[in-house]
């Protein structure tokens, strides 16, 4: 058996995390706050992949890459894959996601995916402007919507390289606004003497992503840009929808250490983020996994506001031919408490 020191394994360790956060200096250095609408689709929604945290561009997965880089579920094991996910955001906002993916004919012709986002907001209190003593009217409650549906392709066009894409109808709704005062009477809510204006939007939007086997053992190397689109507006002033480039690699250390990758799974991940409206991050994730049942997961992402480490934790069984598994993460949010999300998986 090859014997592997310590120090060659931290300097194979550090040399890896190097090359990752100098990637990040491709990027310019500014700042991007705020230039962007749609920002739900920014949201990390999968259990396991937000425990990374979000350093997942390299790792083969299943139908809930839709989310994160298509050409991911392009070597899912099986014929069909179901993932269903909520994720409990700050200030009482709920995501629900979906996706599910088909391999026909052994995938022999790629994969092909549907994924679904939809987000509750809750309810907010509507007024509009009137001249009464208060200055405005109280019209109620209104509850804003967002969606998002997807239909994505990935392929394996050789044993080292797959590629992926997704094509998304975009929604989102503000609830209607009125320009321009109303009726005095407050117990109406004639618009009489407004101009009222629904504030809809829908737009395409697109996904593309590559994975590379390097054929150094387990060494994958990942890239996916996500939200690509036209500018949108819902009146005069246009905006971008969140884009983003990622560019990541995975490496399992089991091995270096030579272990038995179905008893004992060391997985480590580190990705440079470069999004349209926030400085560019550096994202490193942890996954340990024991035979092949129960997984361990954490991850760290720089800079944030205050977004801090996350955790997460995984099971998984299979029989007779179905797998099941159920994943959840914790996020801390620091002022905001903190987020958590719950995946369940199905695949045949």
Known sequence: ???????????FALMFLMILIQSQNIFPQRQKLGQTGMKFLNVSLDARASAFGDAV????????????????MARFEGYADVSLGQTKWIADINYYNASIAFAPFEGDYGVIGLGLVSVDYGDFFGTVRADNDQ??????????????????????LSEKFAVGGNVKYVRQSLGTSVVGNVALNPATTDYASGTTQDNKLDVLAFDFGVIY??????????????????????????????????????????????????????????????????????????????????????????????????????????????????????????????????TINFAY
């Open 1 to 11: 058996m090859r014997t592997i020191t310590k120090n060659t394994i931290t300097i």
């Open 57 to 72: 561009t390299s790792l083969e997965s299943n139908s809930s890459a839709m989310f994160y880089n298509p050409a991911a």
């Open 135 to 156: 200055g405005f009217l109280d019209v109620g409650t209104f509850s804003p919507t967002a969606v998002s549906v997807g239909l994505g392709y990935a392929i394996a």
């Open 213 to 342: 086997k390097t054929g150094f053992k387990s060494l994958n190397i990942g890239m996916s840009i996500r939200n690509f689109s036209r500018e949108v507006k819902y009146k005069e002033e246009g905006f971008q929808l969140p884009l983003i480039f990622q560019l990541g690699s995975s490496f399992n250390f089991s091995d270096l250490l030579e272990l038995d990758k179905n008893e004992h799974s060391i997985l480590l991940t580190a990705d440079a983020n470069h999004p349209r409206d926030f400085p560019e991050q550096i994202l490193i994730g942890f996954e340990y996994t024991f035979m092949n049942l129960i997984s361990l997961r954490g991850g760290y992402s720089a800079p944030n506001d205050e977004r801090d480490i996350t955790a997460g934790i995984g099971l998984k069984q299979s029989f007779e031919g179905l797998s099941l598994g159920v994943d959840y993460s914790y996020t801390d949010f620091g002022v905001f408490n903190s987020v958590h999300r719950i």
